[in-house]
């Protein structure tokens, strides 16, 4: 959708961005939060490039994603995706799952990509239940796409699907530990 964005605009807006300092994961809300959990990605590593299969000029799935040191006593376990270089005053929110087993685990690639898979999916930034492949606009520069993983101490539950204000108003003071993978993308541009 934004590959169509002209040149100029994505130039225009370069220095327009949160940045990681706004992620929920950054969030003073979260300071003293620990232990970390180890987030990967058998697709990229943390800081690496995201393969062009998980974005919006392949195949739009979601990445395949592990992780490990889930404290035994969690309740509950939420993913959430954010774009830390959108041209937007926050980040742009790719996904929420709120509803993981709250235990080490995996999910496979494209699991977020399809309505119902897997449980508990929130909306993202365009309202949608489904992961929003990394779609930067051209010649906007490098984007960061964090996926944070929270563990809680209690089971989560809303009345509708929730976006990322809800989900922090859960998720303050119940994050016990919490774990970040970050894949950049680039979309240069390229003239017809």
Known sequence: ???????????????????????????PIMAG????????????????????????????????????????????????VEDADSPTPWPLVHAICWDLMPADGEIAAGALSHPGNPNGLGRNSFLQRSYLAPDPPPSHGVHRYAFQLFACDCALSFDAAPGRT???????????????????????????
């Open 33 to 80: 939060v620990g232990p970390l959990i180890r987030v990967t990605s058998a697709a990229f590593n943390d800081g690496d490039r995201i393969p062009v299969e998980y974005t919006a000029d392949g195949a739009k799935l979601s990445p395949p994603l592990a992780w490990e040191g889930v404290p035994d006593d969690s309740e509950a376990l939420v993913l959430l």
């Open 1 to 27: 959708m934004l590959e169509k964005l002209p040149t100029a605009v994505g130039q225009a807006l370069r220095n327009t961005r949160p940045g990681l300092a706004q992620l929920v994961f950054n969030d």
């Open 166 to 192: 809800a989900l922090v108003s859960a998720l303050t003071g119940h994050v016990i530990a919490k774990g970040c993978l970050v894949g950049r993308f680039e979309r240069k541009w390229t003239p017809p």
